[in-house]
């Protein structure tokens, strides 16, 4: 069965810092990849995705992630955070062979300190 | 345009009781899914319909639960003789059903089982 890891529960970070949070998935086929976002108060709404091609992917923000297909591994990355990246952040996986169905990570609680 | 709604936005109920909770998709969403929120559990998946297709029931976690989604669009999560376990956000999404699979959220629905 397919699950989604995130090793790190809370993260508090200074501005400017940088960030890695960590996203590994268990499964042998090809995927699609995601992360949402959750700001106080607010729906969640995607970050970034991946399909194919590049695995270095733009979202929105400043946000990046990279994915390594050999290590399982999608992490999300940002060069200088801001007080208004203060969030929860999930990793979700699809298996790319038709279905809908989606597996979403426990989340990270990112705290920016201003 | 207009976004998923849900309703109603809280319900708090007593132990036993029944309760309904509401999904309007995005018009044109082939699918729709219902997930569980609950705190340090990330996003759990319930059920998803897509189309005319059978719907995938494999997160639903006892009989108590059931889905219906009537004419392609509105969506019922019923709940029948709750428990305090049931006590989460559910939260319903929508996706246009195209190859892009990314999922739009709507606000949720906070239940408190008493």
């Known amino acids: 069965a397919q699950s989604v890891s995130q090793h790190n529960h809370h993260v508090i970070l200074s501005e400017a810092a940088s960030l890695e949070l960590g996203c590994n998935y268990s499964y042998g086929g090809t995927v699609n990849l995601f992360w949402y976002v959750q700001y106080p108060g607010q729906h969640l709404q995607l970050l970034l995705k991946y399909f194919s091609g590049d695995p270095l992917v733009k979202g929105i923000k400043g946000f990046e992630a990279e994915f390594i297909k050999s290590k399982f591994s999608f992490n999300l990355r940002k060069p200088s955070v801001q007080w208004s990246d203060t969030a929860e952040y999930f990793c979700?996986?699809?298996?790319?062979?038709?279905?809908?169905?989606?597996?979403f990570g426990t989340g990270t609680r990112l705290k920016v300190l201003a | 345009g207009a976004g998923v709604s849900q309703s109603p936005s809280n319900k708090v109920t007593e132990k036993g009781k029944d309760v309904e909770l509401r999904c309007d998709p995005i018009s044109g969403h082939t699918a729709l899914y219902w997930y569980r929120q609950s705190l340090g559990q990330g996003l759990e998946f319930l059920i998803y319909?897509?189309?005319?297709?059978?719907?995938?029931k494999s997160g639903l976690p006892s009989d108590r639960f059931s889905a219906e989604r009537t004419g392609g669009s509105v969506s019922t999560l019923t709940i029948q003789r709750t428990q305090q376990e049931d006590s989460a956000v559910y939260l319903c999404?929508?996706?246009?059903?195209?190859?892009?699979?990314?999922?739009?959220f709507g606000p949720g629905t906070r239940l408190t089982v008493t």
């Open positions: 319909f897509q189309g005319n297709s059978a719907p995938d």
């Open positions: 979700a996986v699809n298996a790319a062979s038709g279905t809908y169905k989606y597996i």
């Open positions: 999404a929508s996706s246009p059903g195209t190859e892009t699979y990314e999922q739009y």
